[in-house]
């Protein structure tokens, strides 16, 4: 019922389905939020698929929030089990303590400001992401689970650029897969192919993202190939080749860079 009035109040009234929609929406809510490692996969996949800014002008469903509900509410439920709660640690502590200093030095800065209504604006934007982030630390240490973290991390990242490369190679730029592969307008220095931005409009910030995929990319790849489970190293070879194959249609010097960068560490923290 709260479910059916809460889309009513954000969508309206105009499709009768949501009274059948917006129940089993809520239900399903509830089961996710029951279930950590359920959660913090579905928190990943939207922020990282950027669901929220591809399908902002199609509809009102705000993914977005939806998603750090869903965060909070799988929170307050895993914390009632004392098991899980023995999960959250000094480390938990120290990240929270390290990100309210830095929300402090904003608001500081703030009090100083010429534009108060602007900066407001970007404090309130800067404390939600800050709240996300905490809450998807939370979910992964109550989840128990960080090779599936990773996984979920990098699963979409290699899907979005495999639709890039498809998009390029295939369609000749043409095809945007719903948004999901944007081929942005910007013509960069010395660029071989069209420029891609996966399902965000600039091809540096997707660049970023899949620079964060590499290690979690690679790590995986060496724990399957510890595993000597073949299906399992050929899986993890096409997901890290098609995170690069991104990394290369960003056409981005920055993110080139980044990408030798973190490539490099990993090969000097990993073990022979």
């Not at 959660?39 to 950027?50: F, P």
């Not at 904003?106 to 800050?130: F, M, W």
């Not at 699963?155 to 650029?161: E, N, R, V, W």
Request: net charge positive; aromatic share 10%; glycine share 10%.
């Amino acid at each position: 019922g709260l479910a059916a009035l809460a889309a009513v109040a954000q969508i309206g009234s105009r499709t009768p389905a949501l009274l059948v929609i917006a129940p089993i929406a809520g239900a399903g809510l509830v089961y996710a939020a029951l279930r950590p490692k359920l959660a913090v996969i579905i928190m990943e996949v939207i922020e990282v698929t950027n669901v929220s800014g591809v399908l902002s002008d199609r509809g009102a469903i705000p993914f977005f929030q939806a998603s750090m509900l869903l965060g909070l509410l799988s929170i307050g439920f895993a914390l009632r089990k004392p098991e899980l709660r023995e999960r959250l640690n000094a480390w938990t502590a120290l990240a929270a303590s390290l990100v309210v200093f830095y929300i402090a030095t904003r608001v500081v800065a703030t009090l100083g400001t010429t534009d108060l209504g602007a900066s407001l604006g970007s404090l309130y934007r800067t404390a939600v992401d800050c709240l996300f982030l905490l809450i998807l630390l939370c979910l992964i240490q109550l989840a128990g689970q960080p090779w599936l973290v990773a996984a979920a991390f990098v699963l979409p990242l290699a899907g979005l650029s495999l639709l890039t490369v498809i998009d390029e190679f295939i369609f000749g730029g043409t095809q945007s897969f719903g948004g999901f592969s944007t081929r942005t307008i910007a013509s960069g220095e010395l660029v071989t192919t069209q420029r891609y931005g996966g399902p965000l409009p600039d091809s540096n910030f997707w660049g970023r993202h899949l620079v964060m995929g590499l290690p979690f990319a690679a790590a995986l790849l060496t724990r399957a190939q510890r595993s000597g489970r073949r299906l399992s190293i050929f899986l993890w070879w096409a997901v890290l080749l098609s995170v690069l194959a991104g990394v290369y249609l960003t056409q981005s010097r920055g993110t080139f860079v980044a990408a030798g960068l973190a490539v490099a560490v990993w090969f000097l923290l990993v073990e022979r």
